[in-house]
């Protein structure tokens, strides 16, 4: 719970070139697996874990560049396969303001992950030096945390010989979730300055989420019980931190999931992917005495995702189960926060980021209440466009997702004149909302306080929720292929470009159902090919997400 330690000092480069037979003697150790190929993905490198170590290593020498070229600011790797089976793991990078990895630097990434021997990886990070004219004599400065994967610690380990190689300060986060590590980032980064987001402390994090939503449920009346599957992982130790620093009047839950000494155990039966995918609750629920209308929501390993779901009818009907997502939590978010602006007499726009996974009834709501934009899967994506509204809501259909305030609409929310008490009301709700939602990234714990904030002003139930659109029948499926990467898209991935012809037969089938979509794309977190289906006829989605899927592999 303390601040997290520097286990090395920072040692400016000194001369003009990388520091290449500390790079290899250190690169000897950690050879890269011949013949296998790495590539960033939609949040980083991730693969087997047991693939991974040149990687890691790697990963170490180009944050600490990264460092370097940002003047020494403070660059977080977070060593995570956040939703993926407990056999994987990978590494996210953070940028000094919380964000992903500038996404010009993931090329090479890509390379010198795939560089097969020392010499090959001295030479890549050379052309990365050049690239981006990297000044080798600053100082660089790294933050390291991880999840609760058994291969974390050799990982983890593989990275600070290379930020050691390099000569960089490695500040080690220790066990986080991700959302915790991009806050750390953000708060190194800030502190002593005008935008100071935070202390640099787990603990700092938990009082400010804490704080800030005890004064917007204060005096709205004691909180009904939530349900919350940590998905076996690292949530399950946040979330009983972050409930010591709030009474349980304000927030009473129930956690379930939380064996994270298992390893097996973690994002197995369980988890927000889990229950988004197969749109049901985790397995074993029906013994644990879940009610109808019981508000119950899902973490992923990382805690970067959630997910909100309830029971209309009795436990073990499958009917009964209805999925409350991150579109769900989008319109619920956009509607609030658009009353609360309106309230307060502030003229802000506020807008919407979703992918093409968003149901259609999701994006034909928001579309009659705010402006909406679609971007490629990949928070990534999402984050810099929300970044172009005042109040910026993106959330993808999978429950990753938070909201954006910029500068000049926090600036507007300070210093703003209330008409009225109403106003003051507004404004003062809306100064604590900034700083109960992380801004740096989804994060679980936050959005599960916020739509418990929002349910609690709005005195709702999940049901009354749920009502503010019918979500179109749909399914994810994933179809294993020889090579993935063959499958290239366009349009916000809602187009294929290759392979050839492929996108044709697509919209053959498409047309044969109606109000149906659906569109392929390559994972970029596992080793498969996804498929989206949705229609307006239940008994319609088996036949179209399966022909799709067939075509998919008939092409692969
Ligand atoms: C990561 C990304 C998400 C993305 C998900 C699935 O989530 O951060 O933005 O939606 O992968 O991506 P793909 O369909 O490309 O596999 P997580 O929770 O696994 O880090």
């Excluded at 939703?83 to 994987?88: A, G, L, R």
């Excluded at 990886?121 to 933050?143: G, N, Q, R, T, W």
């Excluded at 928001?366 to 929300?386: F, N």
């Excluded at 179109?472 to 366009?490: M, Q």
């Amino acid at each position: 719970m303390a601040l997290p330690s520097t286990i090395s000092t920072a040692q400016a480069l000194v001369g003009e070139g990388l520091p290449a037979t500390l790079i290899t003697q250190a690169s000897d150790a950690h050879p890269k697996p011949q013949g296998h190929k790495f590539t960033y993905g939609t949040a980083g490198l991730r693969t087997k874990a047991d693939t991974l170590d040149s990687t890691c290593f790697r990963v170490g020498l180009i944050g600490a560049l990264r460092s370097k070229k940002l003047g020494g600011k403070t660059i977080g790797l977070m060593v995570t396969a956040s939703h993926n089976p407990v056999e994987d793991n990978g590494v996210k990078m953070v940028d000094p303001r919380g964000e992903m990895l500038e996404s010009s630097w993931e090329p090479f990434c890509t390379a010198i992950a795939n560089a097969e021997t020392s010499d090959e990886l001295v030479a890549s990070l050379e052309k990365l030096v050049a690239h981006f004219k990297v000044d080798l004599s600053a100082p660089a400065s790294v933050v390291v945390g991880y999840d609760t994967r058994p291969s974390c610690q050799t990982l983890v380990k593989a990275i600070i010989d290379g930020l050691s190689a390099m000569g960089a300060q490695t500040i080690d986060a220790g066990l986080k979730t991700t959302p915790q590590l991009h806050y750390l980032v953000k708060c190194l980064n800030t502190q002593g300055t005008d935008e100071a987001y935070g202390e640099p402390t787990e603990e700092g994090y938990y009082k400010k989420l804490a704080n800030a939503y005890i004064k917007l449920v204060s005096g709205k009346g004691e909180s009904a019980p939530l349900t919350v599957d940590c998905a076996n992982g690292v949530g399950a130790p946040a979330l009983l931190n972050l409930t010591k620093y709030i009474p349980a009047e304000h927030l009473s839950v129930r956690a379930l999931r939380t064996a994270t000494s298992s390893p097996n155990e973690l994002n197995h039966g369980c988890g927000a992917d889990f229950v988004k995918t197969n749109q049901c609750l985790p397995a074993g629920y029906d013994k644990e005495d879940v009610k109808a209308g019981e508000r119950m929501c899902s973490f992923d390993g990382d805690a970067d995702r959630i997910v909100f779901y309830y029971l209309k009818g009795p436990a073990g009907a499958k009917e009964s189960f209805r999925l409350l997502d991150g579109d769900k939590i989008a319109s619920l978010a956009a509607d609030y926060l658009s009353e609360l602006v309106k309230v307060a007499g502030i003229d802000l726009e506020l807008g919407c980021v979703q992918t093409a996974y968003a149901n259609g009834s999701s994006t034909k709501y928001l579309k009659q209440r705010v402006p909406v934009t679609c971007t490629p899967t990949g928070v990534k994506h999402l984050h810099h466009a929300a970044e172009s509204y005042d109040i910026g809501v993106y959330f993808e259909a999978n429950g990753h997702g938070t909201i954006l305030f910029s500068a000049s609409a926090q600036r507007k929310i300070r210093e703003a004149s209330p008409g009225s008490p109403a106003a003051q009301g507004a404004l003062e709700q809306l100064s604590a909302l900034v700083d109960l939602i992380n801004q740096t990234v989804g994060d679980a714990l936050s959005d599960m306080l916020l739509v418990e904030v929002i349910l609690r002003a709005r005195q709702w139930g999940p049901e009354e929720w749920d009502g503010a659109y019918e979500d179109l029948p749909n399914k994810i499926l994933k179809v294993n292929v020889k090579d993935r990467f063959l499958f290239k898209t366009e349009d916000a991935e809602r187009r294929l470009t290759s392979p050839a012809g492929l996108q044709d037969k697509i919209d053959e089938v498409v047309g044969k159902y109606k109000d149906a979509r659906s569109f392929v794309r390559p994972s970029g977190t596992e080793d498969c090919v996804r498929v989206y289906a949705e229609c307006a006829i239940a008994s319609e989605l088996t036949p179209l997400a399966t022909s799709v899927s067939k075509l998919v592999a008939e092409y692969a």
